[in-house]
């Protein structure tokens, strides 16, 4: 895309970060956070979600609670697929209680 003069724009950059969620590459989907924010777009509960739910997936838990204070102190609803996403990877640490 940039080789094209194509700049990356919401839907792009929550693409890759939901991607590299996905296959674990958290240190990727935060640098591009960064580099969207820096960008002056900002993330939206697609991004907070995404970034959530690989956090959950790698086991840690108390980063992806750090997020989620910070989403909902940015004015961000969580939705199902937000809690959804605690709920497995605090069970899955074997926290449950934490979900409670």
Same mark, same amino acid.
């Given at each position: !895309?940039?080789?094209?003069?194509? %700049?990356?724009?919401? &839907?792009?950059?929550?693409?890759?970060?939901?991607?590299?969620?996905?296959?674990?590459? !958290?240190?990727?989907?935060?640098? @591009?956070?960064?580099? !969207?924010?820096?960008?002056?777009?900002?993330?939206?509960?697609?991004?907070?979600?995404?970034?959530?739910?690989?956090?959950?997936?790698?086991?840690?838990?108390?980063?992806?609670?750090?997020?989620?204070?910070? !989403? &909902?102190?940015?004015?961000? &609803?969580?939705?199902?697929?937000?809690?959804?996403?605690?709920?497995?990877?605090?069970? %899955? %640490?074997?926290?449950?209680? %934490?979900? @409670?």
């Amino acid at each position: !895309m940039l080789n094209r003069g194509i %700049e990356p724009d919401l &839907v792009t950059y929550n693409t890759l970060i939901s991607g590299y969620s996905k296959k674990g590459n !958290m240190q990727e989907a935060f640098r @591009l956070r960064e580099e !969207m924010s820096g960008k002056g777009l900002n993330p939206t509960i697609l991004t907070y979600n995404a970034l959530i739910r690989g956090l959950c997936r790698k086991r840690d838990g108390e980063e992806a609670e750090k997020l989620l204070k910070e !989403m &909902v102190k940015k004015g961000f &609803v969580p939705n199902d697929n937000t809690y959804i996403s605690m709920i497995q990877g605090f069970s %899955e %640490e074997g926290n449950l209680h %934490e979900v @409670l």
